[in-house]
């Protein structure tokens, strides 16, 4: 689980979440966004190093960023986040 | 023209053997060169511009996590040199996977590309050396990823050794189509109709071909190509280090040895990996040369002697143009 919790910055919806993370995870592995399901683990269904998924951190960093200041996904915490609903879940505790 | 980054701290033999093939670079080809490393180890040097980076990340270091922690580290901020266009090129004979992580997360992949891989040069006496890719960056892939190795490869390829229609191949355990792996039976049917930029497909080659003027550009998960590579280099050190005993062992075998001193040079010259200087990455928005461990003086000199080379001719946007067309 998250190391903090919450975070202070603009509110963003689970949804929301999701589509960020499919388009980016898309753009990473060369893949169509519609093809990823939540359900989909990182690694067996997806091929995703971990490298792609460093790539993927740091992109939702980028991104998420904009929506609040200084957000971060700490390395701790990576090797819990082995599918996309395990992504989505993260952020969006993280942002409250 | 710009600088190339060349990562002081990185390998056995930093900082000094670094130091001293960036300054023959500078000297006997007039590469501009951009030390990137601790202002205090590079002290008292005030002939080559420097980058200053606090951190360094170690041989054995986990290369994703240290990338993303040591942000003022000398391959992250050669990387970053690169991608702020402030470098055109950079080399590091430290960490293959940081190196690669850093050109990849902070150069950014090239689009269509699926996964960068790393292009070594080996020896073909009295041919074009062969392209092997991908030598190490990606143990587990699939056809997908392998056809676009070939293609990358042969662009390299032509840029690199000035190859028009580079003969692309599948490394496997026989030439017919049946044999090898799933992976590689599955990979010879997308490569029989693959365009590569001008160049074709020859079907499988054998670990014998390797250093033969049979192909231009071997193909092989990075598994199977770094298990080759390591073979060929550990292969020859031992032929070379055993023949050098063997000759003098007896005083007319030392003299025989004394005769033939130019020809032993030569062969030892075209098979010694310093000579190539490097490995590129393939796949990322810059040039990124991957120096060996051990790298000497020598092995940096050449390293940024392609670096600027590989720049020069831009064959990043040669890449991202042959897989804006093809895909």
Redesign the interface.
């Known amino acids: 689980m998250p190391a903090e919790t919450h975070m202070e910055g603009a509110p963003i919806g689970r949804n929301e979440v999701l589509d960020i993370v499919r388009e980016r995870l898309a753009d990473?592995?060369?893949i169509e966004p519609a093809g990823i399901v939540e359900g989909a683990s990182f690694a067996d269904d997806l091929?995703a190093?971990?490298?792609?998924?460093?790539?993927l951190?740091?992109a939702l960093e980028e991104e998420l960023s904009e929506r609040s200041t200084g957000f971060r996904i700490d390395?701790d915490d990576l090797e819990d986040l082995r599918t996309v609903r395990d992504a989505v879940d993260y952020v969006v505790s993280r942002f409250g | 023209m710009l600088p190339v980054a060349v990562d002081a701290m990185g390998g056995d033999n930093a900082p000094h053997e670094i130091i001293a093939g960036a300054q023959k670079a500078i000297d006997d080809h007039g590469i501009p060169v951009l030390l990137v490393g601790k202002p205090e180890v590079l002290e008292g040097i005030t002939e080559i511009p420097i980058l200053p980076a606090s951190e360094v990340i170690e041989m054995d270091a986990e290369?994703?996590?240290s990338?993303?922690?040591m942000k003022d580290s000398s391959l992250v901020r050669a990387a970053e040199a690169v991608r702020d266009g402030t470098a055109s090129a950079m080399v590091s004979a430290g960490n293959t996977g940081a190196t690669?992580?850093s050109a990849?997360?902070r150069m950014g992949?090239i689009k269509?590309?699926?996964?960068p891989a790393i292009a070594t040069l080996l020896p073909s006496p009295g041919g074009t050396p062969t392209v092997l890719l991908d030598s190490g960056a990606?143990s587990?892939c699939?056809s997908e990823w392998l056809l676009q190795f070939g293609q990358m490869g042969a662009v390299f390829a032509q840029h690199r050794l000035g190859i028009k229609e580079p003969r692309v191949a599948l490394l496997s355990i026989g030439e017919e189509p049946g044999k090898g792996s799933p992976l590689i039976k599955e990979s010879f049917e997308s490569f029989s109709t693959a365009d590569f930029n001008g160049g074709s497909f020859i079907g499988n080659i054998e670990g014998r071909d390797l250093l033969t003027d049979a192909v231009d550009v071997a193909v092989a998960d990075g598994f199977t190509g770094n298990v080759a590579l390591k073979t060929i280099e550990g292969t020859m050190k031992t032929f070379f280090s055993t023949m050098l005993e063997k000759m003098t062992s007896r005083p007319e075998a030392a003299s025989a040895l004394e005769i033939l001193e130019p020809e032993f040079a030569e062969l030892f010259e075209l098979f010694h990996p310093d000579t190539y200087g490097g490995a590129m990455l393939l796949g990322v928005k810059g040039v990124c040369i991957i120096s060996h461990g051990s790298s000497g003086a020598l092995a940096i000199e050449n390293a940024i002697k392609v670096a600027a080379e590989m720049a020069e001719v831009d064959i990043v946007g040669s890449i991202k143009s042959s897989f804006n067309q093809s895909n």
């Open positions: 990473i592995l060369e091929g190093d971990s490298l792609a998924l460093i790539e951190v740091e390395d | 290369p994703g996590s990338v993303r922690q690669m992580a990849l997360l992949r269509n590309i699926a996964r990606n587990e699939s």
